[in-house]
């Protein structure tokens, strides 16, 4: 969390694409003028709202992919704990959404686990299976990134690489580096002649 609050200026109107409850949304509100997240889970949207208080937040029901924002809405669209993979929807839709709600001159970033990072995912992923919130962890099936649960859930993580894959068939420039040791960051500078992602 600590890097995407170092890419937020003061005035910047902030989006977060799968906010959740507001883990990350809220300490966005703290930096940002603006901050808004998104979410299709409208039992944690309200958690949020319950959460947040009288700090000025906006959590919105909406889709990712297919955003209800006008062009060029934000100065910062963020797409972090791994949502490009765990949403489960087209990697390059959620991307060119992203940019065309950013604003020129304007910053997209995501995040994934980096995959030194796959341990503690590991183990994470087992506590929740502890708790019963998800099937059992598949140890054998579990590899390359990927966690396999006995219930079918997937859990999947794009690394530096796939990153730079996933960039080159959009022919977008971007930013990669690994925090941390646990996050692999994509930033993408929205420039000025916005490029057509429109696919």
């Not at 998104?38 to 959590?59: M, N, Y």
């Not at 997209?108 to 183990?123: A, C, H, Q, T």
């Not at 099937?135 to 579990?142: H, M, Q, T, Y």
Request: aromatic letters at 8%; glycine letters at 12%; one cysteine or more.
């Amino acid at each position: 969390m600590r890097h995407l609050l170092s890419r937020i200026e003061p005035g910047d109107e902030v989006l977060e694409l799968g906010c959740g409850y507001g883990r990350v949304l809220l300490p966005v509100a703290a930096k940002a003028r603006r901050a808004v997240g998104i979410d299709t889970a409208p039992e944690s949207l309200d958690l949020g709202r319950e959460l947040a208080g009288d700090i000025p937040v906006e959590f919105i029901e909406m889709d990712a992919t297919s955003m209800t924002f006008p062009d060029a809405s934000f100065d910062l669209t963020a797409c972090v704990q791994n949502g490009i993979c765990a949403f489960g929807v087209d990697r390059p839709s959620l991307v060119r959404e992203a940019i065309r709600v950013t604003r020129p001159g304007g910053r997209v970033i995501f995040s994934s686990y980096s995959p030194r990072f796959w341990e503690d995912r590991l183990e994470w992923f087992e506590a929740q299976a502890a708790r019963g919130l998800l099937g059992l962890v598949d140890r054998e099936a579990s590899r390359d990134g990927v966690i396999v649960c006995a219930d079918g859930f997937r859990a999947g993580a794009l690394d530096a690489e796939g990153f730079t894959t996933l960039l080159a068939g959009l022919g977008l420039p971007g930013t990669i580096s690994e925090v941390d040791h646990s996050s692999v960051f994509c930033e993408i500078a929205v420039p000025e002649g916005r490029p057509d992602t429109r696919g």
